[in-house]
């Protein structure tokens, strides 16, 4: 995640998006530490959920650690994540 890091604007977009919705932290150590799914209420508050669960994952070193956390949820689930990520990539890209 550092090139995302390394452009000033999706870095002050990333930084906005810690700022105004600081309890999708909270969300996220809840779906890497335990088997419980959590969506936000909104597009917005899901993709900052989506962000922490990233960056949680990237921080731990484990390269396969963001698909073990969707297998936990199951094949089914895994997959509806994983489409569901590259359409949150895709709106952020489109954002920027």
């Known amino acids: ?37 959590t969506c936000g209420d909104d597009g917005t508050e899901h993709v900052a959920i989506s962000y922490w669960v990233l960056k949680k994952c ?3 070193g484990q390269t396969d650690y963001a698909m ?3 297998n936990r949820f199951g094949g089914e689930a895994c997959r509806a994540i994983l489409n ?7 709106n952020l890209c489109l954002i920027i």
């Open 1 to 37: 995640m550092a090139f995302l890091q390394e452009n000033a604007i999706t870095k002050g977009i990333l930084d906005d998006l810690e700022r105004r919705l600081p309890e999708a932290e909270k969300h996220a150590e809840e779906i890497v530490a335990t088997e419980k799914n």
């Open 58 to 60: 990237l921080a731990s």
């Open 68 to 70: 073990q956390i969707g």
């Open 84 to 90: 569901h990520s590259e359409k949150t990539i895709l």
